[in-house]
C-alpha cells in the first residue's frame, strides 16, 4: 500500500496499519514542504513523524515528537537568549543532528531517510516528496510567514489570505516517488490537511499526471465543518473551497476512485467521478485507528 502524507492524520492511519499488515507492504510518500533548519540542524516535522509512528515512538498525546522526550537543550538556550522558534525535544534533536551529518556529509534527503529509516529498525518504505527544498508560505494581512512561524509560533491565529509553495516550480518528485506511483499498488491519500500537506506533494511536477493512471482512495481530515486538528479550514477557506468533506473531495476529484468521509457529517456527497462512503474516521485510540485501517485495507483491495 502506497500513503501519501503529511504529519498528523495519516500517521494515525499508519499506526492502526501497522497492526494489522507486516510493514514491509507499506511505503509512505511524506510531505516536506514545512521543512527547515533550527539551530544549525535539518528539521522534518512530517517526515519524523512518520518514522517516530512507523519505530512505535511517537508521542500521541500529540503527534509530534518522542515518547517521553525531555526539553533541557531547548529550555537551556532559551535562557541565553536564543529563542529556536519551535519546542524541540533532547531525543527528537539527536535525529535532527542526525540528518544533518548524513546531509552535509553528501547524502541527498532520501537517503538520509533511507539510512534513518534503517537506523530506528523501520521495515517499511519512507520516500521525501522531493530533495529539492520547498517552503509553504503563508500569506497574511500583516506579513508573510513560513508554515512552522504560522502555525507552531503564532499558533494560526492570523487570518489567512493566500498560500504558496516557494520553489515548487523548480522541485521534481524523485525517482523513488515515481516509481512507487507507477507500481501498480493502491493509492491512499491519507486525512492530512489537504492544503498544506498533500498539497505540496500534488503540486510537484507529473505527479497528478501518474495519479490519474492508478487506483486512489482519499479520506477526508473533515468531520462536519471543521479539521479535526490543524490549519485545514482555514487554509481551505482562503483559497475559496468549501471546508467539509466536499471541499476536500474537490482537491482531489480528477483522479480520485474512491473518497471516504466520516459518518458524522450531516449529509451525503454524490459524485459522478468515484465512489463515495461513510465510515467511522476518528482515530482516537489505537484500537480505532486498527478498526478504520481494516475497512481501508479491505476496500483498498476490492
Known amino acids: ?117 534503517a537506523r530506528f529498525g523501520i521495515s517499511a518504505t519512507v520516500l521525501p516528496m522531493s530533495n ?25 491565529r492570523p487570518e489567512v489570505l493566500d498560500i504558496r509553495f516557494d520553489g515548487i516550480d523548480e522541485a521534481k518528485p524523485t525517482p523513488e516517488v515515481i516509481n512507487a506511483l507507477e507500481s501498480g499498488e493502491t493509492i491512499v491519500i491519507g486525512p492530512s490537511n489537504p492544503i498544506t500537506s498533500i498539497g505540496p506533494i500534488l503540486a510537484l511536477e507529473g505527479i497528478k499526471e501518474v495519479l490519474k493512471k492508478a487506483h486512489v482512495i482519499a479520506i477526508s481530515p473533515i468531520v462536519g465543518n471543521e479539521p479535526v486538528s490543524g490549519p485545514a479550514g482555514k487554509f481551505m477557506r482562503a483559497l475559496g473551497l468549501e471546508v467539509s468533506s466536499r471541499g476536500v473531495l474537490d482537491c482531489y476529484k480528477d483522479f480520485l476512485d474512491l473518497f471516504i468521509h466520516d459518518i458524522r457529517d450531516g449529509y451525503e456527497i ?8 461513510k465510515a ?23
Not at 270 to 277: G, S
Open 1 to 117: 500500500m502506497i500513503l501519501l502524507s503529511g504529519g498528523t492524520g495519516t500517521p494515525k492511519l499508519i499506526q492502526g496499519l501497522v497492526q494489522i499488515i507486516p510493514q514491509e507492504e507499506i511505503t509512505v510518500i511524506v510531505n516536506t514542504a514545512d521543512d527547515l533548519w533550527v539551530s544549525g540542524n535539518p528539521v522534518s516535522p512530517d517526515l519524523d513523524t512518520v518514522l517516530y509512528t512507523l519505530a512505535g515512538i511517537i508521542d500521541d498525546s500529540k503527534w509530534w515528537g518522542i515518547k517521553d522526550d525531555t526539553f533541557r537543550t531547548h529550555e537551556h538556550l532559551k535562557s541565553i537568549g536564543h529563542d529556536e522558534g519551535m519546542l524541540l525535544g533532547d531525543l527528537d534533536r539527536g535525529t535532527h543532528i542526525l540528518r544533518g551529518e548524513l546531509i552535509r556529509n553528501g547524502m541527498s534527503l532520501t537517503a538520509a531517510i533511507s539510512e534513518m529509516r
Open 280 to 302: 467511522d474516521t476518528m482515530m482516537t485510540t489505537c484500537e480505532r485507528a486498527k478498526a478504520f485501517a481494516e475497512l481501508v485495507y479491505e476496500v483498498s483491495h476490492n
Open 132 to 156: 529539492s527544498s520547498v517552503s509553504t508560505i503563508v500569506e497574511t494581512p500583516d506579513e508573510t510567514l513560513g508554515f512552522q512561524k504560522f502555525w507552531v509560533e503564532l499558533k494560526g
Open 270 to 277: 454524490e459524485d459522478k467521478t468515484c465512489r463515495v462512503i
